[in-house]
């Protein structure tokens, strides 16, 4: 399974936001559309990713406000990607060793999507649960053989 695989199901539709826009209009974005992460974006090319980590680090750096901070101050400004083509155990690989809960999905230089490890979890559950639905059907379905003692010719 590839992060290809993901993005048919989970759908196109991305939540960008600029590096100098206010971290509190960013906020308002992710709590009103229900989403921990934001990609961030300059002149068409990915610059950084903001998660509720990074925001949580913020806030508490600055005694629990926002103030005038900006996305740039306080995003991961080297986010972890992979490609369409990305096999889904190196993902999970990859979000495992620096413990990231989202990834953009980059094409080249274009932004194909985000997803997260919630994502990836799903689809590693769901490729099992069809393996193993497909596994106890062919063991119910297996040709009823004789019993192999019954079957030996006797002296």
């Known amino acids: 399974m590839k992060v290809v695989d993901i993005l048919r199901v989970k759908g196109g539709t991305l ?3 600029t590096p100098d826009e206010p971290l509190k209009d960013s906020l308002a974005v992710m709590a009103e559309r229900d989403i921990g992460s934001l990609v961030v974006m300059e002149h ?3 610059v950084g990713m903001l998660t509720f980590r990074e925001v949580i680090q913020a806030v508490v750096k600055n005694a629990g406000a926002v103030g005038t ?4 101050t306080v995003m991961d400004d080297h986010p972890l990607t992979c490609t369409p ?4 155990d190196e993902v999970r690989r990859m979000m495992l060793g620096r413990h990231a809960r989202y990834m ?8 194909m999507g985000v997803i997260s490890f ?13 393996e193993n639905r497909m596994l106890k059907a062919y063991i119910r379905d297996w040709p009823v053989e004789e019993n ?3 079957a030996e010719p006797k002296l």
Do not use: C, W
């Open 44 to 46: 068409g090319e990915l």
């Open 85 to 88: 083509e990305t096999e889904i």
């Open 118 to 130: 919630y994502d990836v979890a799903k689809a590693v559950v769901d490729s099992q649960d069809f």
């Open 15 to 17: 939540f960008t936001v």
């Open 104 to 111: 953009p999905v980059m094409n080249g230089r274009t932004l």
């Open 69 to 72: 901070t900006i996305v740039r």
């Open 148 to 150: 192999p003692a019954e």
